[in-house]
C-alpha cells in the first residue's frame, strides 16, 4: 500500500488532500507515524520505504516477485464519492516499485480505482513504462482476465492469474465487462468460477510452468477461514493450480498445505501507512511477512516454504526481532490447525515451514 502516507514521504507526493470521515490530510498519517518512531524524512528516495528488506531480497534472489499493489497511481483527482478511504501514488513515485524490482503487481483489489477509471489508465500506464507487468486488471474484460507471465530461467515461466471477491470491499461495478475497463472480479466463490480461472490458467501454460492464483477477498481482520474461502482455494488446487495467493486482511492469516500445493488465505499488508493509528493491536499488524515458497521443479510440489518477518516502523520496513518472529510463528501455528506442516523459527529469525 504505498500510496497516501508512504506517497506523502517520497520525492513527488501527490497533493495531501483526503475524502476520509475523520482525516482530510494524507500528512496525517506520517505524523502518527512520527509519534511512534521519531522523525521520518521528507523527499525520500525511492528505495527508502524497503529498508532492510532489499539486502534480504539480493541475498535470497526471488526467481519471481509478485505483489498485491494495493493502491492507484494517478494524478486523478476524480475519487470514488461511495469510499471512505482512497488510496493513490504520483505516478512519479513509481521508482518505489522499480527499486522493489516487482515483476507481477496484482491489481484485482479494493483500492485499485480510488480514483475512477482514468485513475486505473494511468495506473496500468505507469507499470508499463517500468516494464512491470500487471494482472488482473485492464482496459477490457478480455485484458482484466487474462494471466501474467513471468518469465524464469531455462524457459520455465510462473502463470499468475489474479482476480478479486466482493467481500473483500470491491464494488461490483469494479468489474471489467466486455469492452469496459475495470478489475477481474468473481461473481462467486463457487467450483464453476474456480474451473473458469482454472481454465484460463490452462490456456497459456506450457509443461515447467508454475501456476499462482492471486486472489483479493474477505475482511480486515480476524484469523477465521470462511468455509467458502477454502473450498475454492482447494477447487483451485484440484485443477492445477500450485499456489493460491491470498491477501486483503492487514495481518496474516493462515497458511495450508493441500495435496502438497501452498494455499496462503491472506498474506497481511507488506508495506502501509497504519503505524500510529489505535485499534487492532492484538493483530500486531506492524509486524508483517515475506514469503518465499520453493517449489520442487518436476512436480511444482511445496517444498519448503520460507517467511521472513518483517516491522514496519519510520514507514519502512526493518528486520524484526527474534522475539517477534517467535511471536509470528507461535500465533500462525496456532490459527492454521489443521496445518499440513509444522512452522518453527530458525537461527536467523526466519519462519520455515517444511511438509510432512
Known sequence: MTGRGIDQILAHPSPPDLHEPYVRDAREYVRLAEMVSGPIPRGAGPAYPWGDALALWDRIAPAVRIVNLETSVTRSDA?????????????????????????????????????????????????????????????????????????????????????????????????????RSGIHLLPELSESAAAAVAARVATVRRAGDVAVVSIHWGDNWGYGVPPAHAAFAHWLIERGVDVVHGHSSHHPRPVEVYRHKLILYGCGDFLDDYEGIPGYEHYRSDLVLMYFPVLDPASARLSRLRLIPMRISGLRLRRAAMEDARWMCDTLQRVSEPLDARLTVIGDGSLELVPR
Open 79 to 179: 475519487h470514488d464519492p461511495r469510499k471512505s478511504i482512497h488510496y493513490r501514488m504520483n505516478p512519479a513515485n513509481i521508482g518505489c516499485l522499480k527499486a522493489a524490482r516487482c515483476d507481477v503487481c496484482v491489481l484485482a483489489n479494493n483500492h485499485v480505482l480510488d480514483y475512477g477509471r482514468e485513475g486505473l489508465a494511468e495506473t496500468l500506464e505507469a507499470l508499463a513504462r517500468e516494464g512491470i507487468t500487471a494482472a488482473g486488471a485492464g482496459r477490457d474484460e478480455e485484458e482484466a482476465v487474462r494471466p501474467a507471465i513471468a518469465a524464469l530461467a531455462g524457459g520455465r515461466r510462473v502463470i499468475v492469474a489474479a482476480c478479486a471477491h466482493d467481500d473483500s470491499g470491491v464494488p461490483r461495478d469494479w468489474a471489467a465487462r466486455g469492452e
